[in-house]
């Protein structure tokens, strides 16, 4: 099983920087998703780490230490239409299910 | 366009009475999956499907049943056996369950039972 943990609020100024830790304990690792999920919304998919380090996709960054069960996403520049939640999951190695944490609230504040 | 569809995207029932809700896709997946969404929660899987006529429960599965006899189709029943069944139910696709399958997930039904 996985046991995934994310901070449940962040609040950050237009324009300035935000990072989301997510950390995990599971038996089997094949991979860690970020999706966002604006509210009464369906989730939409924002990047995928299965080795360690980072991975860039325009003002989006995702890093990965699997030794540490360690992810976080970098959300640079940010402008309001980042308010939303960022759902950390991450995929079982032996029956490949998601397991999601209870996501992070973004507040973006002009 | 390609994409998922879930039908209705309110529902309201009566305590006691079942209910099914719609999940279709043209992406050509092979694999679907049913979540549940409640509030301060993560997403909690209730039934997959690798292949047609083939599903598996998973984590929260009592009180839900599944079929899946088309590729672009696994409806969703929540039965009156379902204790809490007010919640977001999203349903979702992918191209397969292995290596990288990102999930594509649908508008979601919000269901309330009165």
């Known amino acids: 099983g996985q046991n995934i943990d994310q901070p449940t609020e962040m609040t950050a100024t237009e324009g300035a920087i935000v990072q989301i830790n997510c950390t995990y304990q599971?038996?089997?690792?094949?991979?860690l998703f970020w999706y966002q999920q604006h509210a009464g919304e369906a989730p939409t998919f924002l990047s995928y780490?299965?080795?360690?380090g980072l991975e860039e996709k325009g003002r989006f960054s995702s890093f990965l230490s699997r030794s540490k069960g360690y992810s976080y996403l970098l959300l640079k520049e940010l402008q309001m239409k980042d308010s939303a939640s960022y759902l950390c999951a991450v995929r079982d190695l032996w029956d490949y299910k998601l397991s999601f944490g209870a996501g992070t609230t973004v507040t973006v504040r002009a | 366009d390609g994409g998922i569809t879930q039908s209705p995207k309110y529902l309201f029932r009566k305590e006691g009475q079942n209910v099914t809700l719609s999940c279709e896709q043209n992406l050509n997946h092979d694999a679907m999956y049913w979540y549940r969404q409640d509030p301060g929660q993560g997403l909690r899987l209730i039934y997959y499907s690798q292949i047609v006529n083939d599903f598996q429960k998973g984590d929260i599965a009592e009180g839900y049943s599944v079929s899946r006899e088309k590729k672009e189709s696994f409806p969703l029943t929540v039965t009156s056996a379902q204790k809490n069944p007010t919640a977001f139910y999203l349903c979702?696709?992918?191209?397969?369950?292995?290596?990288?399958?990102?999930?594509?997930f649908g508008p979601g039904t919000r269901l309330t039972v009165l």
């Open positions: 599971t038996s089997g690792f094949n991979g």
């Open positions: 780490n299965v080795l360690d």
């Open positions: 979702a696709s992918s191209t397969g369950v292995g290596s990288y399958n990102e999930q594509f």
